[in-house]
């Protein structure tokens, strides 16, 4: 075997590709740990929806017998909602830290393949929620008893259909500013708010107009929120509408795959990774 | 010295090979048909005025810009397609591409060690950093550096995985004279050492005269000579490269005057 095909061999093994993986999120790791109020950032909007949500359904369950009865609703929509955003920016600005500082050529003519570079963003997302989201958890707790973790299994139910929607849409926002460079980088930052109305955080579908409602029905998130209110209102976890939201995830997972190929694709036709950051 | 020409290469594919090359963005033609092989060890400048077609072909070398036609090849890969399979082989090195700016030295090239697979990092970091002068800036962020700084660190980071193919566009642009003579001698003294090929775009002509032994100009896209540096001056009957390159210039000017 020659030197070129043993380093060839080398570079397709999976300890490679991991090893590919673990230097990218070694990377976004650096940055966090770099800058304290990054990390401040992380928890500050989270905190403050937390707080505001939270002193309103405190005054609420002082005037309505419907508030007082769910306690927590709120709060703990808010959260989840607060998993998605988090989670999918998360993923987004990772990918924009690589344009704002100019290293997209470097890494894209690295050995880092894009499905490598995809787990590192899902990777890194996942880092960045705990950091946000664990302490304003904790203070949840703390201010209006409202303990997350009491959801039990169908919290880890909610979690892990909230943040695969999340990577769909890191995945498609990626891909646009990828191919359409910075000029689309508010994209990536508000895509994921277009869900807030649709998804139902904080009313029921049936709040919705009929010809709104299967819109709403075909988001995961959506079961996801109505699952909320059916255990905390009723006690009841609704685990059909968990595997409803699982079996579209993974369509969405697919299509945000196939988008972030795509456009990847494109972005490489139309020279638009050589301008990136210009 | 004497160059290095590592066995292995003897039967291998070229280390760049172009055939027809051909690029266009809706109605603008950036490369036109070019075409060209390059030897193991050998250094190629690629010149041209701006949008002269050097920065397109690089990237087309690379795999960041699929050709409209023809093909480009490293190591016998077709980059459109391929090019995963020859990423590790190669590094490349621009004033124009930066390293994350808030991540100190040795975090940028431990990452870049860990990209291209590197062995020994902690040690090949080491002898690099030693050898480029940039002990003393490890642990200092990247953002701080001094442009003559931050293009060592780029030298560092295309030299970390001892590529066999090093892509350099404009490496000394902005540097003062004395550092881009430093950046130079470290290049030949890797390139003599290594055996590596090395495509150099730039508008630096002593640069050119001193490191390469093959000069492509284009010119819209187009090739309009492909010889050594020697054999270039000498058709045109001046004294220096940059004297030719200004004739070339000029004369495109000229004609593009005319034709309007």
């Known amino acids: 075997m020659s030197r070129a095909q043993s380093r060839l061999r080398e570079q397709t093994t999976l300890a490679a590709s991991a090893q590919r993986v673990w230097a990218m999120v070694l990377r976004y790791w650096y940055v966090i740990r770099s800058s304290w109020p990054r990390t401040a950032e992380l928890i500050y909007w989270p905190l403050v929806q937390m707080l505001m949500w939270g002193f309103l359904q405190s005054y609420l369950a002082q005037t309505s017998s419907f508030a007082a009865k769910a306690a927590g609703l709120f709060i703990g929509a808010v959260l989840l909602w607060d998993i998605l955003v988090r989670s999918q920016l998360g993923f987004a600005v990772a990918f924009l830290e690589e344009i704002w500082s100019r290293n997209l050529g470097h890494l894209m003519m690295s050995p880092l393949r894009p499905s490598e570079l995809i787990t590192a963003l899902i990777a890194v997302s996942l880092i960045k929620l705990l950091v946000a989201m664990v302490p304003v958890a904790v203070m949840a707790y703390l201010f209006f008893g409202f303990n997350v973790l009491s959801l039990g299994f169908a919290f880890a139910a909610f979690f892990a259909n909230l943040i695969i929607m999340s990577w769909s849409l890191g995945l498609i926002s990626t891909g646009v500013v990828m191919r359409w460079g910075l000029g689309a980088e508010n994209f990536a930052w508000l895509i994921v708010f277009v869900f807030l109305p649709l998804c139902c955080v904080y009313y029921p579908v049936a709040t919705l107009p009929g010809w709104l409602q299967p819109v709403a029905l075909a988001l995961p998130p959506t079961y996801v929120f109505e699952g909320l209110r059916a255990i905390v209102l009723d006690g009841t976890f609704l685990a059909s509408y968990m595997l409803a939201a699982l079996a579209l995830n993974v369509i969405y997972f697919a299509i945000g795959y196939a988008a972030f190929s795509y456009l990847l694709h494109s972005a490489r036709v139309n020279g638009t990774l050589v301008q990136m950051g210009e | ?260």
């Open chain 2, 1 to 260: 010295m004497q160059k290095l020409t590592p066995a292995s290469h003897a039967s291998s594919h070229p280390p760049a090979e172009v055939r027809d090359l051909r690029k266009v963005y809706r109605d603008v033609t950036a490369v036109d048909g070019v075409s060209f092989t390059l030897g193991h060890g050998s250094i190629t400048a690629l010149l041209g005025g701006n949008g002269a077609g050097k920065t397109t072909t690089i990237a087309m070398l690379m795999g960041l810009v699929i050709p409209t036609s023809g093909q480009a090849r490293v190591f016998g890969a077709d980059m459109a397609r391929a090019r995963h399979t020859v990423l590790h082989r190669m590094n490349f090195e621009s004033p124009y591409v930066d390293v994350p700016m808030r991540l100190t030295v040795r975090q940028n090239l431990e990452i870049f060690a860990r990209l291209y697979g590197v062995r020994e990092l902690s040690g090949t970091i080491a002898a690099i950093a030693d050898d480029l002068k940039l002990t003393d800036l490890l642990d200092r962020q990247y953002g701080k550096l001094s442009a003559g700084q931050k293009t060592r660190v780029s030298l560092a980071k295309a030299l970390l995985n001892q590529p066999e193919l090093l892509l350099l566009d404009e490496p000394t642009a902005s540097l003062d004279p004395d550092t881009a003579d430093w950046v130079r001698s470290k290049l030949e003294r890797y390139c003599l050492e290594r055996g590596a090929t090395v495509v150099l775009a730039s508008h630096n002509m002593a640069e050119v005269e001193r490191l390469a032994d093959r000069v492509i100009m284009l010119e819209k896209g187009r090739i309009i000579a492909d010889e050594t540096p020697t054999e270039l001056i000498q058709r045109f009957g001046r004294d220096t490269l940059e004297e030719v390159f200004l004739a070339i210039a000029r004369r495109g000017a000229k004609a593009a005057e005319m034709g309007s």
